[in-house]
């Protein structure tokens, strides 16, 4: 009984070790494609992909560590955002919503500065919304507009006589 035990455990060590060899061959390839994806949406430099994934196929778990120690912090996408994120960013810095009169904040679609009364803007004839006085055509509806060009910082004609004005060329036009 013993004896055909004792016999048979060689066979028992070799289906032991191609086992084990088997899973620290399938745990050495998982890190080496988890490395390779990784690196792959973190840096585009194809000599950077292949030293990281050769790095973890050599030295197994300690590849692995001194990879993700020394990976970039941000991915391809991350860092694509934060590009459309600064972008935005400088727009609102480059055209910041404030009256050419005063200097005051003032909001996309107010027509008329409540600080200084200089006309902003002025409302589309057909659909009533803020168009910019340089405009010949609103943007909304299609309807043509005649654009009012203004000096900067220029005080403008009353607002009852320019509705008056806007009325006579709507009759005229129309
Ligand atoms: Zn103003
Ligand atoms: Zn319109």
């Known amino acids: 009984m013993i004896e055909t035990i004792l016999a048979k455990i060689p ?3 070799t289906i032991l070790s191609t086992a084990c060899g088997a899973i620290t061959a399938a745990l050495i390839g998982g890190m080496a ?6 690196i792959r949406s973190r840096s585009r430099d194809v000599l950077a992909q292949l030293l990281a994934t050769l790095l973890v196929l050599v030295l197994p778990i300690i590849g692995l ?3 993700l120690m020394l990976r970039p912090r941000e ?3 991350d860092a694509y ?3 459309l994120e600064q972008e935005a960013l400088l727009q609102a810095i480059e055209e910041p919503e404030v009256c050419p009169g005063c ?5 996309s679609d107010y027509l008329f500065c409540p600080t200084c009364h200089t006309r902003l803007k002025r409302a589309c004839p057909a ?3 803020p168009l910019n006085l340089r405009w010949s055509l609103c943007p909304y509806c299609g309807a043509g507009v005649s654009p009012q060009v203004l000096e900067t910082g220029a005080r403008t004609i009353p607002y009852v006589r320019e509705v008056q004005e806007v009325a006579g060329e709507l009759e005229a036009g129309g």
């Open 75 to 77: 991915t391809l996408a």
């Open 65 to 67: 560590i001194v990879y």
């Open 103 to 107: 200097g005051q904040r003032v909001k």
């Open 11 to 13: 066979f028992y060590l």
């Open 127 to 129: 659909c009533d919304r």
């Open 81 to 83: 955002e934060r590009s």
């Open 33 to 38: 494609i988890w490395t390779f994806r990784d």
